[in-house]
């Protein structure tokens, strides 16, 4: 099997740095989730929004951090050794 023949294995796993759709996915979502809920929260705040701005930043970030667990890190199987 050659090189390319590997790339195009679609059951293959992609290496650290390739680029995927499900790793842009995730840096999407961790951007969202924290970039965008932290802006919207200091524009919120600036408004004179204080506590509406404190509450988009924890929806926000804690369904950033509820959407990764639940789409990549509980399917994993992590167990011990037999």
């Known amino acids: 099997m ?8 679609p059951d293959e796993e992609g290496g650290l740095f ?11 979502l961790l951007f969202v989730g ?3 809920s932290g802006i919207a ?5 600036e408004l004179g929004y204080n506590d509406l701005g404190a509450l ?6 804690g369904g950033m951090v ?3 667990w639940y789409g990549w ?3 994993m199987n992590i167990t011990g050794p037999d």
């Open 18 to 28: 390739e680029l995927t759709r499900d790793k842009l996915l995730v840096v999407a």
């Open 56 to 61: 988009v930043y924890v929806l926000g970030y």
């Open 73 to 75: 890190i509980r399917p």
């Open 2 to 9: 050659t090189d390319t023949d590997a790339r195009s294995d």
């Open 66 to 68: 509820v959407a990764i």
């Open 34 to 36: 924290i970039a965008g």
């Open 41 to 45: 929260r200091r524009a919120l705040g």
